[in-house]
């Protein structure tokens, strides 16, 4: 099982510190998943062999969220940037997401997980749109835990795309523009019905987002570590959330 809640124990949490009443393993944790490549190049290999080596670090990283009882992963997959990559690599990441789901969809499914995406996944080469999609609706039904994928996501895309449904309620007469408020505007966001996010990783020791949650990650705890995505463990993302038990979240109050 892959992030199964069945599995999930809060025994597996970190010392307690943090303000009063506050959660020691974050609900909702994110991760821009970078250094596939650097990984590759350190070892003489092609790009692709460092995104097959992510590959089974996603794998390690789902189960070790499951046995920290983490609800909601979403992981950045692929941005909407990155069509600037050469075609073959596009071609490479598209046929590694399709590996992927045909050998872990029938075990998320067993673990009660519910696959989401986020971004427009309908860019992609048909078959792969489809397999998605089927996999969204074989797994739409599962309350245990949530996989979010981000495929061909931006922030600023899914924003903009916020903002035109707004704007088409507001000239049917639906909406009165002073009644859009940041609640109203993170219902039209694709993240809409998850969990806030808590806790926003980034691997190979770039410092930035790389248009990544942008308005979710408001309040947010950063965490960025120097490990290259395919050198992501059980142990990397203990530090990560042992880091984050030890943050005080204070969101502007005392
Ligand atoms: C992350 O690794 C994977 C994707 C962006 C799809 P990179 O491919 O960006 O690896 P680096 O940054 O070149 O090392
Ligand atoms: C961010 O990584 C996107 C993903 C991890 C999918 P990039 O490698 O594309 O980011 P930049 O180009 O270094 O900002
Ligand atoms: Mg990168």
Redesign the pocket.
Known sequence: MILSRSRASRKAAPAPAGGDGQRLVPRHVAI???GN?RWAKARHLPRLAGHRAGAEAVRRTLRAASKLGIECVTL????S??WKRPEQEVADLTGLMKQFLRAELDELHAGNIRLRIIGDHRAFEPEAAAMLDAAMEKTAGNDGSTLVV?LNYGSQDELARAMRALGEQVKAGMLDPAQITPETIAAQLDTADLPPLDLLVRT?G?V?L???LLWQAAYAELYFTDTL?PDFDEAALAAAVEAYARRERRYGGL
């Open positions: 821009i998943m970078d490549g950045y997959a692929f941005s940037e990155n981000a190979s770039e930035r790389s248009n990544f995505w």
